[in-house]
């Protein structure tokens, strides 16, 4: 307790142990992190101890064993050791069983010129502490490096510290979900959220209903361009993908190894054309339909006066849920309009059996019944902030996305919140000087305004603010159609995001950051991720 108790100490750019060569520069910035004098020496004798029989610290100290080789050159093996029992000039991975206020994510880090020694309470402490020796690292490989002598102690200001990606306007594969999923551990983020489902594509095969991935999985054409212009060389060519469930298990996997939770997320009501193709009467019209080729909200959406719909969505979550050790299903609910519903037969006939006041309540009953399938599985649903019209769900968490007035509202009612508010986390919007970016979806957010991001509304109360459990980035990829993209639009303000989610607000120092970002560069480089150079080429 004591340690972190201490706080702040010295600003980062400060933080430069007086012999090493290189500057200190973490990110997010440690809670604490005092330097010292003189450095550890990574040499060809250097061990890693896990302690005995445990495969898991195992994986760890194998995963930092692998870091440390691509930064020196050396690969330290990973040891099983009796505890108590130390060696001079090793590295230790050590859990701590001192219920003290580390968390199940803190960790201490302590760098001396004979020995490292990383110990946490829980072993996702341990995987966090080992990002930061990776970050203690030289980006490029060096013979002979070694690490600063320092103390840290350290943990996450927020317990939901996300990015999202959308895989439905355009597909990604396996591969590089997992090249994402690194780039979220490299910055102590610890929930993907994915978007599977939309209007443009369907992304998760699900057996009882295989043609939601022949049929609702592929498009005609793809447009990129503004809302409904064309791009000739994009047009007519048949765009599409997914996930079969063996391939879903393995990013899953490749996630909880660096303790990250994946939340699925299967769009309902709206959001649901792709669905609509393949099976036409779950929609209020009959259909016939085609997959999205354009980006934008669809009137037509699952038929909420309709059993079947029911039916169907919950043999969906019924396969999907198994899918995800998370406990949050995310069930959209965004841009849901009421189009089909007004002068549908069955949806008025179900709001005036309901007693019902309008379409916003059918939606509410939509989401209710859901909630109370996923509830029964023992799983908790989450939504945009949408759901908050027409009556919350009793246990439904609210993903604020239409700034942060949901979020508030959500708290005042206590139910669980996570901010994604356009105007600092849409990483779909430009970030830098506008004749060296991509196409985009217009809007602007250059890095300086995420690193400016506060996800806890002052207006809150104390007993509000526990509420708001974090944030997160939304990587919308209408105008994205490439990984290489993907990495440019999320690198580098996924780092300042990170700093946000991790660092105590009142350590925020953007002049240090913008420091700490020059090897953070290096790295990404080293890693072959094409950031966006551009992000400091910021708008006059
Ligand atoms: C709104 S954010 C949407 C998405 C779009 C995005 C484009 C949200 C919950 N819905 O369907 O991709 O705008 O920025």
Redo the contacts with the bound molecule.
């Keep these: 307790a004591a340690i972190l108790s201490l706080g702040w100490s010295a600003p980062a750019a400060a933080q430069q142990a007086p012999t090493s060569p290189r500057a200190i520069a973490v990110i997010p910035q440690p809670v604490r992190l005092v330097p010292g004098t003189g450095s550890f020496a990574i040499t060809a004798s250097t061990k890693i101890y896990v302690g005995p029989k445990n495969d898991e610290l195992r994986r760890i100290g194998q995963s930092l064993s692998q870091e440390i080789a691509r930064a020196t050159g050396v690969q330290p093996a990973v040891v099983p050791t009796a505890p108590g029992k130390q060696q001079a000039g090793s590295i230790y991975l050590k859990l701590t069983a001192s219920a003290d206020t580390l968390g199940a994510e803190g960790y201490t880090l302590s760098v001396q010129p004979t020995q490292v020694v990383l110990a946490a309470n829980q072993p996702q402490g341990l995987f966090l502490g080992t990002q930061t020796i990776r970050q203690l690292l030289p980006a490029q490989r060096t013979v002979g490096a070694s690490l600063p002598v320092m103390e840290v102690a350290d943990k996450p200001r927020y317990q939901w510290r996300g990015m999202h990606l ?1 895989v439905s ?1 355009h597909f990604f594969p396996t591969e590089f979900v997992k090249q994402y999923i690194d780039y979220l551990a490299l910055h102590k983020m610890n929930t993907f959220h994915w978007h599977l489902t ?2 443009q594509g369907w992304r998760i095969e699900i057996k009882k209903y295989p043609k939601l991935t022949t049929l609702g999985g592929f498009r005609e054409g793809t447009l990129i361009g503004h809302y409904g212009a064309k791009v000739p060389e994009y047009d007519n060519v048949r765009y599409g993908g997914f996930y079969t469930q063996e391939q879903i298990k393995e990013v899953v996997k490749y996630a909880q190894d660096r303790y990250i939770t994946v939340v699925p997320e299967i769009e309902m009501p709206g ?1 649901a054309l792709a669905a609509l193709t393949a099976y036409p009467e779950l929609s209020c019209t009959g259909g016939p339909f085609k997959v999205g080729q354009t ?1 934008g ?1 669809y009137d037509d959406i699952f038929c909420a006066g309709n059993e079947q719909t029911f039916a169907f969505l919950q043999d969906v979550l019924t396969e999907v849920m198994p899918l995800f050790p998370s406990k949050t299903v995310h069930i ?4 849901a309009p009421k189009t089909r519903w007004k002068v549908c037969p069955k949806c008025q006939a179900r709001i005036k059996a309901e007693h019902l006041k309008d379409e916003h309540e059918l939606q509410s009953y939509f989401v209710q019944r859901m909630e109370k399938f996923v509830n029964s599985r023992g799983k908790t649903i989450m939504g ?3 759901i908050l019209e027409g009556g919350l769900a009793p246990n439904a968490a609210v ?1 604020s ?2 700034g942060m007035e949901g979020g508030m509202a959500a708290a005042k009612q206590k139910h669980q919140v996570v901010m ?1 508010p ?1 105007e600092f986390v ?1 990483f ?2 430009a970030q830098g000087e506008a004749s060296l970016e991509p196409l985009n ?1 217009g ?1 602007y957010l250059p890095l300086e305004k995420v690193y400016s991001f506060e996800p806890t509304p002052s207006e809150l109360s104390a007993d509000e603010k526990k509420y708001i459990l974090g944030a997160q980035a ?1 990587l ?3 105008y994205i159609p490439t990984t290489q993209q993907v990495e440019y639009m999320v690198l580098p303000r996924m780092s300042a995001l990170a700093e946000v989610l991790w660092t105590p607000a009142r350590q925020k120092d953007w002049e240090s950051f913008k420091v700490r970002m020059q090897p953070q560069y290096q790295r990404f480089a080293a890693l072959d991720a094409n950031y966006a150079k551009s992000a400091f080429n910021v708008r006059q």
């Design positions: 959308d306007r939309d209007d959001h980006w909200v959209g609910g965004d841009e945009w902030d949408e993903m996305w239409r994604t356009g849409y779909d919007h979806i809007g939304n919308w990829t209408e």
